[in-house]
Every structure is written in structure tokens, then in C-alpha cells.
């Protein structure tokens, strides 16, 4: 199946810093990019929509100058959380979709731990 | 908005023993996918079911999508210790609305 890969899979920052997320579609054109945030033994919870060159949607309730999407080509999409707090922590996921819009191919994940 | 329920939300089992997850949406859905995420991993796609009423296997798994197209289940026959995980369902609320609404997830642990 499709390949997704995100870095970093773990990151520790000091509150204040930004972090920067990537999410890429090694084998096929991501037209269509999620980024979700899962909290301990807990669902998947949509952060914001991205497509290719336009700007991201984002869920009710998610800062969208806190949680910076960019997704600048086909294959490549960046969360960044700026200005990061220790209730940021959590696990930062990806998936990715073709155009024929079936299945999400998810990346590994990226744990973040603010101090 | 859209609400996706699971139960039971944990489920423990003997090795051998069958399994059952239940997913409810508060709206109907035009397809609905399952997912299983391993402890420690990412969710990796199981399937996807669109037809009202639909029944799927793949080896001892089994999908079905109800006729009102607002609930879904997914059985495991004879669960083996690699079965460990937790399983979501995913819906789609609309044709046109691109995003999938996780339901909460049951998590499976298998007792040698």
C-alpha cells in the first residue's frame, strides 16, 4: 500500500518554542492531507483539512495560529505548533489521501512532549 | 455535529474466543471504513463498506453496514494474539464532505 512518512516521531521542546511536523506521501500525489490528535487511549480527533495550495479548514475549537498547516505541494504537508504550552503534549498524526478519495494512509505519528 | 460511538470501549477475550465491535453514528453515513491501530502505532485501513446493508470478510473478520447506513460492525472469529488493538470506525457524513469522523475506538486484549 501507499507509503506516509512523518518526522520527527518523538520531539521534546521548552514551552515557548515552535515545532515543526512533516507529513510526506512517499508513492502517490496527496491531494487531500488530515492532521489528527490523539490523547492517551482516546480516539483520533481532526484537527484541520488541508489541500494542495489552498489554505486548511480548520475543526471548531482548533487555533489556526496555533497550529500552523502548510501544504505546499502534492506530497508534502507541515503542522506547526507554535508557541508551544505543556497542554500541547500529545501524539500528532497524519494521513493522506489519492485522488480517488478511499482510504486515509496514515504516518507514524509524532509525540510531542513540551517541558 | 457528527457523532460516532463505539462499544464497548474495552473488551477483553480468551485466546480463541469471538469478538464483536458496534459502531453508531448519529447521522447517516454514505460509506463507512474500519481501522486498527496497534499499540504504540498508527491506524492502518481494514476496509471500507458504501452499500446499504453490506457484508464483508477478510479471513475471520466480518464488516457489516446497516441498512439505515448509521451503524456497522466488525467480528473477529476464533481472536489470536496479533488481533490485539484498538479498532475504529471511520464515517463519511456526506457525498462532497471529504472528512472522515472517527468513532471512539474499542480496544481488544487477548488473555493467552
Known amino acids: 500500500g501507499a507509503v506516509v512518512s512523518q518526522h520527527p516521531s518523538r520531539v521534546i521542546c521548552k514551552s515557548g518554542t515552535s515545532v515543526k511536523i512533516e507529513c510526506r506521501s512517499l508513492d502517490f500525489q496527496a491531494t487531500t492531507m488530515f492532521w489528527y490528535r490523539q490523547f492517551p487511549k482516546k480516539s483520533l480527533m481532526l484537527m484541520a483539512t488541508s489541500n494542495e495550495g489552498s489554505k486548511a479548514t480548520y475543526e471548531q475549537g482548533v487555533e489556526k495560529d496555533k497550529f500552523l498547516i502548510n501544504h505546499a505541494s502534492l506530497t508534502l504537508s507541515t503542522l506547526t505548533v507554535t508557541s508551544a504550552h505543556p497542554e500541547d503534549s500529545s501524539f500528532y498524526i497524519c494521513?493522506?489521501?489519492?485522488?480517488?478519495?478511499?482510504?486515509?494512509?496514515f504516518g507514524e505519528g509524532s509525540r510531542l512532549t513540551v517541558l | 455535529g457528527q457523532q460516532v460511538m463505539q462499544i464497548p470501549q474495552y473488551q477483553h477475550v480468551q485466546e480463541g474466543e469471538d469478538f464483536t465491535t458496534y459502531c453508531n453514528s448519529s447521522t447517516t453515513l454514505s460509506n463507512i471504513q474500519w481501522y486498527k491501530q496497534r499499540p504504540g502505532g498508527h491506524p492502518v485501513f481494514l476496509i471500507q463498506?458504501?452499500?446499504?446493508?453490506e457484508v464483508k470478510k477478510q479471513k475471520r473478520l466480518t464488516f457489516q453496514f446497516g441498512e439505515a447506513k448509521k451503524n456497522s460492525s466488525l467480528h473477529i472469529t476464533a481472536t489470536q494474539t496479533t488481533d490485539v488493538g484498538t479498532y475504529f470506525c471511520?464515517?463519511?457524513?456526506?457525498?462532497?464532505?471529504?472528512?472522515?469522523?472517527f468513532g471512539t475506538g474499542t480496544r481488544l486484549t487477548i488473555i493467552p
Open positions: 463498506l458504501v452499500k446499504s446493508g
Open positions: 471511520a464515517g463519511k457524513a456526506n457525498f462532497g464532505n471529504e472528512k472522515l469522523t
Open positions: 494521513s493522506a489521501r489519492d485522488f480517488t478519495g478511499g482510504e486515509l494512509f
